[in-house]
């Protein structure tokens, strides 16, 4: 009998827990990306950033995945804390939605509402459909999984020593720690909500005892923003330690009140002999009135996250933690901007490196190798190679998630800028040691030879310096400038190659000096093509990205 038990309650479980990620999993798909296109434009108004933010939980049925975007925003400058407070408020009442669906115990239409869903999942191929079709299998499904839970766990009422056990959370502080850390686990609390609700329905707890494990389970839903938030920015960490404090500050709030006061009492009246809609009621009305007493107090809220998360004095970025705080988190919306925004300060600066190599090449050519020579390039060249290579991985790994269209597009775009600046690293490292060789066998050029070694200095540094605005993501860079530079280096390497050849045949210059020369001006007019390559790339990148681009201006 026990095992029966036992088997009865990990199937339901593996079913609802399954059911609830289906139908998590494919609104976010089906709604993600319009969702992100509301955030972008959302205002500063705290009232429409509460609405924002609860109808997009609503929608997405997840307050962790709504949090998660939330700080993705506030990472890319996107949103800033203001902003982000109030849809996080919004989210929380958002997440309640999910708790009333289940309180509406539609069980018995279960088996047919995940048919319906995974009919249209197997015979219709439109992917709008399909998501669609995965979200009313996933209901279906968690219905399912919650029939079996209940009825495996109904027995257990009947067991004194299980019934002691539940009696316990009636204890603040460890029916807090249960359920904090039990949504903690499964990053969900909309799923831990509904556990709490089958082992309602089954006999085994009541309200008195669920009611600060309910609590706890909003503390703990928190930690799936936590582990988005790290290696992110100051402001990125602080709208996740927003999300914290209203959750920690609402369960005071109610545990004070549940202590003092017959609220437990007075939910059981609301809903008699429906333990699932009392769980329900309760949830919702902590979310909302939490909301509705900070509602005044967000700005309070930005100010004391910022003193307990003071300003550095420096970016330090995390090459690997930040990335695996993404990859731990089940919601890809957010994780996706995250991840986008991060990767682009990275390839910013490996830009940074491939410029100030393009600008040294140059000046050792035209004054000589310093002392040191050219260990300084070496070095950053070296740099370039490693930052190629773990920023590929990093983008190969964020591709593995479920991203928008757009997002893929981007990621894709990324690739190329890092193959093209690598290129750009191994032309600027030839042009240094042209530049040794030059020094070491004492060769020397015309003066004109001299002249056009500038000029070729002063195209590429325009260039170079049009890709770092882009990088940036500057409203000054436009492809149209880098087409006209790498037009000008393709005329002028046409031009200086000829002048070339009319030297040597005036015998004003070497062999030997000739053909570095040649070589010089391949690598030149070769460094004028990737430019143009990155140039097309971050148009496409900057125009996906137009929102974030726009909004982070305005904030700034």
Same mark, same amino acid.
């Given at each position: ?42 205002? @500063?108004?705290?009232? /429409? #950033?509460?609405?924002? &933010?609860?109808?997009? $939980?609503? +929608? !997405? *049925? =997840? %307050? ?105 959370? @009636?204890?603040?502080? /460890? #029916?807090?720690?249960? &359920?904090?850390?039990? $949504?903690? +686990? !499964? *990053? =969900? %609390? ?122 550095? *004095? ?243």
């Amino acid at each position: 009998m026990g095992v029966e038990l036992l088997l009865g309650l990990l199937g339901g479980l593996a079913l609802f827990l399954y059911g609830m990620q289906m139908m998590s999993t494919n609104l976010e798909a089906a709604a993600g990306n319009k969702m992100k296109q509301i955030l972008e434009r959302l205002t @500063s108004n705290r009232f /429409l #950033g509460v609405l924002v &933010g609860a109808v997009i $939980t609503a +929608l !997405i *049925q =997840s %307050s962790s995945a709504t949090t998660v975007m939330v700080v993705g925003f506030v990472n890319s400058g996107l949103m800033t804390l203001n902003q982000a407070v109030w849809v996080i408020m919004g989210a929380n009442i958002g997440t309640t939605i999910t708790g009333q669906l289940i309180a509406l115990d539609i069980g018995a239409l279960a088996p047919l509402i995940a048919f319906i869903g995974v009919a249209i999942l197997v015979f219709v191929k439109n992917k709008k459909l399909q998501h669609i079709a995965g979200m009313v299998a996933g209901i279906g499904v968690l219905f399912i999984g919650m029939d079996m839970m209940s009825s495996a766990m109904s027995p257990l009422r009947d067991e004194p020593q299980f019934v002691e056990l539940m009696t316990r959370f @009636s204890n603040p502080l /460890l #029916g807090i720690l249960v &359920g904090a850390g039990f $949504t903690a +686990l !499964i *990053q =969900s %609390s909309s799923a831990s909500v509904g556990i709490l609700q089958a082992l309602a329905m089954s006999g085994v707890i009541d309200l008195h005892s669920a009611v600060f494990v309910l609590f706890g389970q909003n503390i703990g839903t928190c930690i799936t923003a936590v582990l988005a938030s790290i290696g992110t920015t100051r402001n990125a960490k602080r709208a996740t330690a927003i999300h914290l404090l209203f959750n920690i500050i609402g369960t005071a709030i109610f545990v004070v009140i549940s202590l003092v006061t017959p609220f437990t009492d007075f939910m059981i009246r609301m809903a008699p002999g429906n333990p699932m809609a009392q769980i329900a009621n309760v949830h919702t009305t902590f979310n909302l009135v939490t909301t509705i007493l900070l509602l005044p107090f967000g700005t309070m809220l930005v100010k004391a996250v910022e003193k307990l998360l003071p300003d550095t *004095q420096a970016r330090v970025m995390d090459e690997d933690h930040w990335l695996e705080g993404l990859m731990a988190s089940k919601h890809h919306l957010g994780v996706s901007t995250i991840a986008i925004s991060q990767l682009r300060e990275e390839i910013r600066d490996m830009m940074s490196m491939a410029v100030k190599n393009v600008d040294s090449s140059f000046q050792a050519v035209e004054q000589g190798p310093g002392e040191d020579g050219i260990k300084e390039i070496e070095d950053r060249e070296e740099e370039i190679d490693l930052a190629n290579v773990r920023l590929s991985k990093k983008i190969s790994r964020v591709l593995v998630l479920d991203q928008t269209p757009k997002d893929i597009e981007t990621l894709n775009k990324m690739y190329s800028v890092l193959g093209n600046i690598e290129r750009i690293g191994d032309h600027a490292m030839n042009l240094a040691e042209y530049a040794q060789t030059i020094k070491e066998k004492e060769l020397t050029f015309s003066e004109y030879a001299q002249s056009e070694f500038t000029v070729m200095a002063d195209s590429c540094s325009k260039g170079m310096e049009l890709l770092e605005q882009a990088a940036a993501g500057s409203r000054n860079f436009t492809l149209e400038k880098v087409q006209e530079i790498e037009q000008k280096i393709d005329d002028i390497t046409l031009k200086f190659r000829q002048n070339q050849i009319d030297r040597m045949r005036e015998g004003h210059c070497s062999v030997e000096a000739s053909i570095l020369y040649s070589e010089m001006l391949t690598d030149y007019e070769r460094i004028g093509d990737h430019m143009l390559n990155i140039a097309e790339a971050y148009d496409m990148i900057n125009l996906n990205d137009e929102g974030i681009t726009q909004s982070a201006a305005a904030n700034a």
